[in-house]
């Protein structure tokens, strides 16, 4: 990708490269090989093969359709996605020029800083798989959080859908990709 990695995700990867000697499957998502951990966005933590599927695709569409606003791009060169939803709607990215987290989504576009290194956000999810608390959301290194989004209207007739027909669904937030499709599907 062109890319120099901070020492902390270069080694993290060099350890721990979840997609190693595995193959995605041609009809495969986006995120084809990703580990799901209990991690912040809830998203799946990618390896090498997944990080370049998706960074590859988040710069096409960037190139592609370039925002109208340069200061504020759909998708920078600097930004290396560490975790996604399998359809890469959805994810965490790292900056690589200032080494804190972004946060991407369909519908708002990149949050950026919303952890302050790398170590703050694994820091969560060591917590999270410790079933540890923080309290207020915030740990040592940490800005407030990743927000949570407000519920969008659209997304309310999803939501009773699912509801209606046996899904578990949360009152804000993102709504799985496989309870979307099943609504587009159950409305066609």
Not at 70 to 93: C, K, M, N, Q, S
Request: hydrophobic content about 35%.
């Amino acid at each position: 990708m062109g890319h120099h990695l901070p020492a902390e995700i270069r080694q993290w990867l060099l350890a721990n490269d979840i997609d190693a000697n595995k193959r995605a499957d041609a009809r495969s998502s986006l995120v084809a090989l990703g580990c799901e951990l209990d991690i912040p966005g809830g998203h799946l933590l990618l390896g090498l093969r997944d990080i370049q599927r998706v960074y590859l695709s988040r710069m096409g569409l960037e190139e592609r359709e370039p925002s109208a606003d340069p200061d504020h791009p759909f998708w920078r060169r600097e930004w290396v996605p560490i975790a996604a939803e399998r359809d890469g709607l959805y994810g965490t990215f790292l900056d690589t020029l200032t080494g804190t987290i972004g946060t991407w989504d369909e519908a708002n576009g990149p949050e950026e800083g919303a952890y302050t290194s790398l170590f703050a956000f694994f820091q969560e999810t060591a917590d999270r798989l410790e079933g540890v608390s923080s309290g207020d959301g915030r740990g040592p290194g940490k800005s407030a959080g990743p927000r949570r989004p407000a519920p969008r209207p659209a997304d309310e007739p999803i939501r009773l859908w699912a509801r209606a027909n046996g899904h578990s669904v949360n009152d804000h937030g993102r709504i799985p990709s496989y309870i979307r499709e099943a609504y587009d599907a159950s409305q066609r």
